[in-house]
């Protein structure tokens, strides 16, 4: 069974910091990773990642995947109250169900001003 | 264009009641997929249909659960004789056939069962 485990569950800092969320998986046939950002109840795509070492970035967002360690960082530069959100991680396997993601359990990020 | 549509927003149900939840995707986007967050967790899948094909109905956690997709489009989740572990925020997304990344979510209904 596909498994997305992300660490840590919750964090609190104040605005200017730099955040790391962690994402890691165990699945078999892997496709992609992808993480979104939850606010309120529905959540936005950020990156997908498929190749190692990659970085993929947006701003002050940006993601790597590590294929061989089976997880993948998203880090936040300078932090502002409106990244407050949860971060959710998913993969995305081969197999007969092309679009099934399995997601992690989120990180609550939440920013002081 | 209009996003994806759910409803109703909140119902709230006795124990062993039957529930229908609907859900209109964006206007174009052939696959549909159906999730179910408990307070504190992340998404769970429940199905995914794709086009005309047969749906992915792996994540259903009992027969009391069924979706079914009319003309490609509407999308309704139904739950027979509701329990109170069914108490959860559905949420319905929708994406273009492919990018399955890219997936667009409704803003979810609520289901209490009492």
């Known amino acids: 069974e596909d498994k997305v485990v992300q660490s840590p569950l919750s964090l609190v800092v104040h605005e200017g910091d730099t955040v790391t969320l962690n994402c890691s998986y165990e699945v078999t046939n892997f496709r992609s990773l992808l993480w979104y950002k939850q606010e309120k109840k529905a959540p936005t795509f950020l990156f997908m990642l498929t190749s190692s070492g990659i970085e993929k970035k947006s701003g002050r967002l940006s993601s790597i995947l590590d294929k061989k360690e089976l997880f993948s960082i998203l880090n936040i530069t300078a932090t502002q109250t409106g990244d407050s959100a949860i971060y959710l991680c998913a993969i995305n396997a081969g197999g007969t169900s092309y679009g099934k993601l399995t997601f992690g359990q989120g990180t609550i990020l939440t920013v002081h001003p | ?114």
């Not at chain 2, 109905?57 to 309704?76: H, I, M, N, Q, Y």
């Not at chain 2, 959860?88 to 289901?111: H, I, K, M």
């Open chain 2, 1 to 114: 264009g209009a996003g994806v549509s759910q409803s109703p927003s909140n119902k709230v149900t006795e124990k062993g009641k039957d529930v229908e939840l609907r859900c209109d995707p964006i206007s174009g986007h052939t696959a549909l997929y159906w999730y179910r967050q408990s307070l504190g967790q992340g998404l769970e899948f429940l199905i995914y249909f794709q086009g005309n094909s047969a749906p992915d109905k792996s994540g259903l956690p009992s027969d009391r659960f069924s979706a079914e997709r009319t003309g490609g489009s509407v999308s309704t989740l139904t739950i027979q004789r509701t329990q109170q572990e069914d108490s959860a925020v559905y949420l319905c997304a929708s994406s273009l056939d492919g990018r399955f990344y890219e997936q667009y979510f409704g803003p979810g209904t609520r289901l209490t069962v009492t």
